[in-house]
């Protein structure tokens, strides 16, 4: 492999790594704050780039206003499913398990409506020519988005923390994460807090979903499954809960994914296993994530 | 008690909807096929076909056909099930389907073991039919379909250095890159010839690092016998890699989404598949063209064309057996002889394959063009 062909193999890397990234975010701050893993995050990453597609195929917004108009209401259909696949859960009082299960129907149910209602065929996705646009760098060839997306997952990670650790919303949702009871007899209206953190979650979802359709314009119901899963996979790595963690984690198994087919390139249809071999033994060795801190046990 | 009391009543339901799904005077067809999941053009264009086939055709022997339609959802394990579901449940004589050789030999065993002949019309990897004698197809083969784009590139592209980019989680692409290296390595003489060869699977979106790897190799010309959708973005990501070689690619790219999900990147690619509206072979196929515009209000593809043939040939079978047992039509439909199809003459050879012309399409100007036909050899 020549040097060119490895600072190729690295531009194509840091793409990948920073699209999970930004997907992990979203994951691992829904479940830092509510101790909830959404498996419906990989769907509600599809209903942003759905909603975004159909704002401009159908209503003819400018691509910008229909990516704004998406993340608006992916936040909405997040609030939503909350109120109706999470909320009542807890107001019984639900083991967290249940909720996990619940995570996954309404995760199925969303596949499934999609189908329904859109089909199964592919979508193209509308580009702005702007990102698609390569840049030669010596005989390193790169698109604008190359530039754009790493960019956006950084803003999004000072979003983020802003939000978290700055507002006084934020200063609820790290209360509701110490101790429910506690929280709740503080004055913190729970129900509120908690659907904030769905709707900024969802958001986050539905950004990265947009990301997502943008490097590869093939949109349909069920691929938000592949991603979804993998994100996850890439909170958990970083140590589900933290931020920069999430971060972390995307980079490495976006990194892995392609660096294993760089240097064995004959092992190409074994991606996934060679990138998950190297996560599972980093979990062996760190149980709790890179970035992840051994959880006390309430008692 | 109440539970009891319940099932029982389900039960009676069920044995309902059993008894009546089959009456004497329907023939019961099943057709099972991808209408949702990463295949879903594929299953829906074809499907498209055999509607247009049972509204032109609705009567076999003064009996009414009924078509039982299932979504396999371009799962393996849902094919099986589909097709055991078809037999089991809708009693059918026969059945059509499936897009996606994977899908076909997951079906396929089901149907033999229940010894329901099922009519193949597009699963192109040779080991759908072959040791399975209630499995035809009305299209050709893959070692024809290598055959053909080998061909191609070597003579038309006149390309001595190739590269392959396969999906290895299909039996069709794996197949189809075998039988292409097989025949380009024929046509050079060096095996050499085949620079290299890299592989994704189903549902990946990033090939940016294959491609990066096939780049190194500098190839005159990439083969990807993918699904539509897939190499769709695959070609999308190599020009924007800036690698500007000729793509070619097999019968699974014809789908309007290839060129809507491609747009400008995948103008010029070369594709090998079994028909095409532009170029009719026998009084049927304009028949079948008019038919369907009117019907649909645009050209037919290659997949309508062979789900209409397949469900065709089954009625044109039971007609010949003037039976509707499912013994008489397998065996009818073995001996199948210049059937005239909207794709051609089909004939079955002994593992109950059609052998056909190929037909290859150019994409020009954002549409399929017709760029030849090649004769079997």
């Not at chain 1, 979650?201 to 349909?220: E, F, K, N, T, V």
């Not at chain 1, 069920?222 to 920069?244: D, R, T, W």
């Not at chain 1, 149980?287 to 051994?294: A, D, I």
Request: overall charge negative; hydrophobic content about 50%; glycine content about 10%.
């Amino acid at each position: 492999m020549s040097l060119t062909h490895f600072f190729q193999h690295l531009a194509n890397g840091v793409y990948l790594g920073s699209l999970y990234a930004l997907i992990a975010i979203g994951y691992t701050m829904v479940y830092g704050i509510l101790r909830l893993i959404n498996f419906a995050h990989g769907e509600l990453l599809i209903v942003g780039a759905f909603i975004a597609y159909y704002g401009i195929l159908i209503f003819h917004l400018p691509w910008w206003f229909s990516f704004i108009i998406a993340i608006a209401l992916g936040a909405l259909v997040g609030v939503s499913l909350e109120r109706v696949a999470y909320r009542p859960l807890r107001e019984r009082e639900a083991p967290r398990i249940s909720l996990l299960v619940s995570a996954i129907g309404a995760s199925f149910f969303l596949q499934n409506l999609g189908l329904v209602i859109i089909g199964g065929r592919h979508k193209s996705f509308y580009r702005p020519p702007f990102f698609a646009q390569t840049v030669q760098l010596g005989d390193v060839t790169v698109m604008n988005f190359l530039f754009v997306l790493p960019l956006i997952t950084i803003i999004i990670l000072g979003i983020v923390f802003f939000l978290v650790y700055r507002s006084k919303t934020g200063m609820a949702m790290r209360a509701l994460a110490k101790d429910y009871p506690t929280a709740r007899l503080m004055g913190i209206n729970i129900n509120r807090i908690i659907a904030y953190t769905f709707a900024l979650g969802s958001a986050l979802a539905a950004i990265g979903g947009i990301m997502y359709a943008l490097r590869y314009p093939a949109i349909h119901p069920l691929a938000g499954v592949l991603p979804g899963l993998k994100c996850f996979i890439a909170a958990v790595v970083g140590g589900i809960g933290n931020v920069p963690g999430a971060v972390l984690g995307g980079f490495i198994l976006g990194m892995l994914e392609i660096m294993g087919i760089a240097f064995f390139p004959h092992l190409a249809g074994y991606r996934d296993a060679i990138a998950f071999i190297v996560l599972i033994i980093i979990l062996s060795f760190k149980p709790t994530g890179l970035l992840g801190e051994q959880v006390v046990e309430k008692v | 008690m109440l539970a009891k009391k319940f099932s029982l009543i389900f039960l009676l339901a069920l044995i309902l909807v059993f008894t009546g799904t089959s009456f004497a005077d329907e023939v019961n067809i099943g057709v099972y096929e991808p209408l949702t999941g990463p295949m879903a053009a594929g299953g829906q264009m074809t499907l498209e076909g055999i509607r247009l086939a049972h509204e032109m055709y609705p009567t076999v022997l003064g009996k009414e056909v009924r078509l039982f339609v299932e979504d396999n959802k371009t799962d393996k394990a849902e094919a099986a099930l589909t097709v055991s579901r078809l037999i089991e449940l809708r009693r059918v004589v026969a059945i059509v389907g499936t897009y996606g050789s994977s899908l076909a030999m997951s079906g396929g065993p089901v149907a033999e073991a229940a010894g329901i002949p099922v009519m193949g019309c597009s699963p192109t990897h040779p080991l759908v039919t072959q040791g399975n004698d209630y499995y035809f197809r009305a299209c050709f083969i893959d070692p024809f379909q290598g055959y053909i784009m080998a061909t191609y590139a070597y003579e038309t592209l006149g390309a001595r250095r190739v590269a392959i980019i396969q999906d290895i989680a299909q039996d069709y692409s794996v197949g189809l890159a075998h039988f292409f290296r097989q025949a380009f390595v024929e046509l050079t003489g060096d095996p050499a010839s085949v620079v290299g060869m890299s592989s994704y699977q189903t549902l990946d979106t990033d090939f940016t690092a294959q491609l990066t790897y096939l780049r190194g190799l500098d190839p005159e010309a990439i083969f990807a016998p993918g699904y539509y959708g897939d190499v769709a973005l695959l070609i999308t990501q190599a020009r924007e890699l800036g690698i500007g070689v000729p793509f070619l690619g097999g019968d699974a790219c014809e789908a309007p989404e290839f060129i809507e999900i491609g747009g400008a990147y995948v103008e010029g690619v070369a594709i090998s598949t079994h028909y095409s509206a532009d170029a009719p072979v026998t009084e049927e196929s304009s028949k079948f063209v008019a038919a369907f515009i009117e019907k649909y209000g645009y050209s037919p593809s290659a997949f309508a064309a062979l789900g209409y043939d397949a469900y065709r040939l089954i009625l044109d079978a039971i007609e010949r057996a003037d039976s509707t047992d499912p013994q008489a039509i397998r065996d009818a439909l073995a001996e199948t002889y210049r059937f005239e199809g909207a794709t051609g003459y089909i004939t079955m050879d002994e593992d109950g394959n059609a052998v056909k012309t190929g037909v290859i399409l150019e994409v020009k100007d954002g549409e399929f063009v017709y760029g030849g036909s090649v004769e079997p050899r």
